[in-house]
Each structure stands twice: as C-alpha cells, then as structure tokens.
C-alpha cells in the first residue's frame, strides 16, 4: 500500500511535471520509475553527504545529474557541488579518478544556469568554471589562458554583480600574466575593468542602505504615535537592522577586494607609463567616451591628476557626458591648479548629481578644504559639517574643524575672552575625531601637541578652575571645559 502511494505522487509530480517550465521537460524524470528512482537517489546522496561520505555520496550525485537535473538545485550550488567535490579531488591518488571529478565540478558549476536560471546566471558559472580551472589545472599554461579569458567574458556578463573572491583571482592571474609577458596593457584593461565594476556594486549597496533610512524613520515614528505595538516594532527594526548590516557586509568585502587590487596595481603603472600608454591613444579613442571615463578612473586612483594627459581626457568627456564623477575630478583638477571658485563650482555640482549620501561625503570634504584655503572658516565648517551628517564617523572632517579652531589666533582675540581658549575647542574636535576613527589617533596627536593652552594665571583672574564649563566665543561659539 505504501509502494502505491508513493507511485500515486510520484505520477502526480512527473505527468504534472510537463505542464511546468522546467528546461529538462521535467522535474524528477521522464517517466514514473524514473522519478522513484530520482527520489531516492537524493535521499541516499543527502544521508551520505551530510555524513561527510562523500565517496558513497558522489555516484548517487552523477545518477541525479543524469536521470533528473532540474529535481534539487542545492546539487549545483558550492556548499554540495564544491565540497563533495574538493574533498574526492584532494583525497585521491588516481590521476584519472581526480581528472574526472575535476571535469565533474567544472561541468557542475558551468552547466548549472541550464537547469535552474533562476538562481543561477551564466556569467556566474563561467566565473566559477574559471576559478576551479585555476585551481586544478593552473600548472598549465594554455588552461591558465583559457580560465582568464573565462574571468573577463564572466565579469562582462555579471558586471558590478561578479563575486570579490572571483575579483581577487582574476586580478592575480593578470598579475601572473604581465609579468610572464611583461606586458603592462594587461594590467591596466584589469584595473579600469575591476575599478568600474567594484564601485558600481558598492554605489548599488549604499543606495540600498539610504532607501532604507525613511522606512526607519517612518517606524520609529509609527512606534512614537502608538500605531504598532512594541513586539511588531522591536521584529520589523530588527530586519532593518539585519538588510543593513548584510549590505554594509557586502560593502566592505568588495572595498577589501579593491583595495588589495589597487596594491598590487600601483607598481605596475606609475604615472608616467599611464601617461605613456593613454597619451598614445588619445587620437585614436578622442570619440570613445566610455573608455575615457575608465582611464580618467585609473589616473585619478594613481595621482596622475597634474597630468596634461588627464587634463584633455577629463576635458573631453566633461564636455561629452557631463557627470558626478567628471565634475568631481574637475573640482580636483581645478584644485591643484589655484582656481579655488571653479572648483568649489565643481564639487557642488558633483553633488548635486552624485545618487549617494557616500558618494557626497567627498566633494563636501573637499569644498571644507578649498574654504578653508580661501580662509572661509565659518563656511569651511559648514561644509565639513554636512560631511558628519552624511558620516558620522569621518575622523578628517572633525579634524578639519579643530584645525579651523587652532588658526583662530588672529580672529579671536580681544573683549574678555581668555587668551587661546580657542584651543580647548580645537582639543575637543581631535579628541572627538579619535573617538569615531581610530585610524587619525596618530595625526591628532601631533596635532594635539602643538597647541597652546590659556595659562593658569589667565583662568584665576577671570575667576575659572579646571572643569568648569566655558563658553568659546567669537565664530567658533561653543561650548567646552577648562582644563
């Protein structure tokens, strides 16, 4: 009785199958014995796998790859696919047994997309099928060729969607690659390819964090109002916290790959040879806007910013496809050759075009700086003030403002104010900036130890002791201790 009712749902699922859109035409098989057949196949490779048998687990594997691929998609996926298949491939001596699992694994992730689009992409797969490549037949240079230009037809497929630990490899065998043929151009098409990428997937996690901040915002006043009951806030705060945390996660992850692949890019392209290779195809890409931008991106990453290379390149697309990014680099350029006005123009353009609160925190920070230079230290502050907004913990910005305070001598001075009182307050804006980045402790501290405080004499004439509260006036007007 048993048997049959297994049958019964068995034909239910296979004959209902063909009526769904799975790519095999079915889902546990093309007939009812084989889709018995495909059900236990799976529970006898679940029982051996979640045992770490993967021995006994590999052929009941290959038997539901063979009879019923669209049944499970967890067999394609890397927690199954990758570690039954590493633990056979390091575990055996037999040169033709590893050689199979090899070619099981890279078929696996390759061929996956085939049987479940929905959870896996083409570009993804080859990505992988590349990465494994590496992995088992790197010795080989012509499969080394092979799996790179794998990687690049993969991350054109994926984009800002390709993994950071397909990044991290791809960038490597690049390495490899120039320095065996040595070949700087390699290098170079890497970088603006991994540059453009990378940032346009950590832009895409940050505008996922900013559209969270109204439903935040809308929660918390819901709660205020009465209008949810704690149990539901606490549960819905909670999901939020949690979409944000995961997003942030993936951020740092792709700023980590990033960084690691600007290290090992600076020694390869000084600033004289990205002037060298791009000055020789200025004429002939002059029209070619979008591989401008990647090489405007690469000389600004590697302080070629003076460079007259730069300068037409930045001209040209400026002109061409006005943007956040080209405004930006304008304010820079601009910057560094005294036209203060134009570039404070520059970086509020920027602004105004840049999506993400991240991407304004720069060209805030760098209308502070020019502020500052033209000696507009209430304006200065201001601007460095909109950067905490956006960024509460920018240790520049807070140092900014106490380096804004610590010049202060020739402005504040006279009336009943104490001699350098000014220096408390700039004392407290590094101390405060130490507080959220520990990274400038060591900048504050020389910072810190040129400044002067009032005199004790000073502080018993005007009636003060150490911790009473005292206000600071001219511009700065605020508030600090006497200490």
């Given at each position: 009785?048993?048997?049959?009712?297994?049958?019964?749902?068995?034909?239910?699922?296979?004959?209902?199958?063909?009526?769904?859109?799975?790519?095999?035409?079915?889902?546990?098989?093309?007939?009812?014995?084989?889709?018995l057949d495909c059900l236990e196949q799976v529970s006898l490779f679940k029982t051996f796998y979640d045992q770490k048998n993967y021995k006994d687990a590999y052929p009941h594997w290959k038997k539901i790859v063979e009879i019923c691929p669209c049944s499970w998609n967890a067999i394609f996926n890397t927690t199954y696919l990758s570690n039954m298949l590493d633990a056979l491939i390091n575990a055996t001596e037999d040169e033709g047994l590893k050689n199979q699992y090899i070619d099981d694994l890279l078929n696996g992730v390759g061929n996956r997309h085939r049987y479940f689009p929905k959870q896996f992409t083409?570009?993804?797969?080859?990505?992988?099928?590349?990465?494994?490549?590496?992995?088992?037949?790197?010795?080989?240079?012509?499969?080394?060729?092979?799996?790179?230009?794998?990687?690049?037809?993969?991350?054109?497929?994926?984009?800002?969607?390709?993994?950071?630990?397909?990044?991290?490899?791809?960038?490597?065998?690049?390495?490899?690659?120039?320095?065996?043929?040595?070949?700087?151009?390699?290098?170079?098409?890497?970088?603006?390819?991994?540059?453009?990428?990378?940032?346009?997937?950590?832009?895409?996690?940050?505008?996922?964090?900013?559209?969270?901040?109204?439903?935040?915002?809308?929660?918390?006043?819901?709660?205020?109002?009465?209008?949810?009951?704690?149990?539901?806030?606490?549960?819905?705060?909670?999901?939020?916290?949690?979409?944000?945390?995961?997003?942030?996660?993936?951020?740092?992850?792709?700023?980590?790959?990033?960084?690691?692949?600007?290290?090992?890019?600076?020694?390869?392209?000084?600033?004289?040879?990205?002037?060298?290779?791009?000055?020789?195809?200025?004429?002939?890409?002059?029209?070619?806007?979008?591989?401008?931008?990647?090489?405007?991106?690469?000389?600004?990453?590697?302080?070629?910013?003076?460079?007259?290379?730069?300068?037409?390149?930045?001209?040209?697309?400026?002109?061409?496809?006005?943007?956040?990014?080209?405004?930006?680099?304008?304010?820079?350029?601009?910057?560094?050759?005294?036209?203060?006005?134009?570039?404070?123009?520059?970086?509020?353009?920027?602004?105004?075009?840049?999506?993400?609160?991240?991407?304004?925190?720069?060209?805030?920070?760098?209308?502070?700086?020019?502020?500052?230079?033209?000696?507009?230290?209430?304006?200065?502050?201001?601007?460095?003030?909109?950067?905490?907004?956006?960024?509460?913990?920018?240790?520049?910005?807070?140092?900014?403002?106490?380096?804004?305070?610590?010049?202060?001598?020739?402005?504040?001075?006279?009336?009943?104010?104490?001699?350098?009182?000014?220096?408390?307050?700039?004392?407290?804006?590094?101390?405060?900036?130490?507080?959220?980045?520990?990274?400038?402790?060591?900048?504050?501290?020389?910072?810190?130890?040129?400044?002067?405080?009032?005199?004790?004499?000073?502080?018993?004439?005007?009636?003060?002791?150490?911790?009473?509260?005292?206000?600071?006036?001219?511009?700065?007007?605020?508030?600090?201790?006497?200490?």
């Open positions: 009785m048993k048997k049959f009712m297994l049958f019964a749902i068995v034909m239910c699922f296979t004959f209902g199958s063909f009526a769904q859109p799975f790519p095999c035409g079915f889902q546990y098989g093309k007939t009812a014995k084989d889709s083409e570009g993804n797969g080859l990505g992988f099928k590349a990465f494994y490549m590496i992995r088992y037949k790197g010795k080989n240079t012509e499969d080394v060729m092979k799996a790179f230009d794998m990687f690049i037809e993969s991350i054109e497929m994926e984009k800002e969607k390709t993994q950071p630990n397909i990044w991290d490899i791809y960038f490597r065998i690049a390495e490899q690659i120039a320095r065996a043929k040595q070949d700087t151009t390699i290098m170079i098409d890497a970088y603006e390819r991994a540059t453009e990428y990378i940032e346009m997937a950590i832009n895409n996690y940050y505008k996922d964090i900013d559209k969270q901040i109204p439903n935040f915002e809308n929660l918390e006043e819901a709660f205020e109002k009465g209008q949810i009951e704690k149990a539901d806030y606490e549960n819905r705060k909670l999901r939020l916290v949690q979409d944000t945390a995961r997003s942030m996660q993936f951020i740092n992850n792709y700023e980590k790959t990033l960084r690691n692949i600007e290290n090992t890019f600076i020694p390869f392209a000084p600033c004289p040879v990205l002037e060298q290779v791009y000055g020789n195809k200025l004429e002939q890409n002059r029209n070619d806007v979008t591989a401008l931008k990647k090489r405007l991106t690469t000389m600004s990453k590697g302080n070629c910013t003076n460079s007259t290379v730069f300068a037409d390149m930045l001209n040209i697309v400026h002109q061409a496809e006005p943007s956040a990014q080209t405004a930006n680099l304008m304010g820079y350029y601009s910057l560094n050759h005294g036209n203060y006005d134009a570039a404070l123009e520059f970086f509020k353009e920027a602004i105004e075009l840049f999506e993400t609160n991240e991407q304004k925190v720069d060209p805030w920070y760098m209308i502070a700086l020019v502020q500052q230079i033209k000696g507009n230290y209430s304006e200065s502050r201001s601007a460095a003030l909109q950067v905490l907004k956006m960024k509460p913990n920018s240790g520049k910005a807070y140092m900014l403002i106490g380096d804004l305070y610590a010049a202060s001598g020739n402005r504040c001075g006279g009336d009943n104010s104490m001699p350098l009182d000014y220096n408390w307050a700039a004392a407290d804006k590094y101390a405060r900036a130490v507080a959220v980045d520990p990274s400038v402790a060591d900048q504050v501290r020389e910072k810190r130890s040129k400044l002067s405080f009032p005199s004790t004499q000073d502080k018993f004439q005007r009636g003060f002791k150490d911790g009473d509260e005292y206000r600071v006036g001219c511009w700065i007007q605020e508030t600090t201790s006497v200490r």
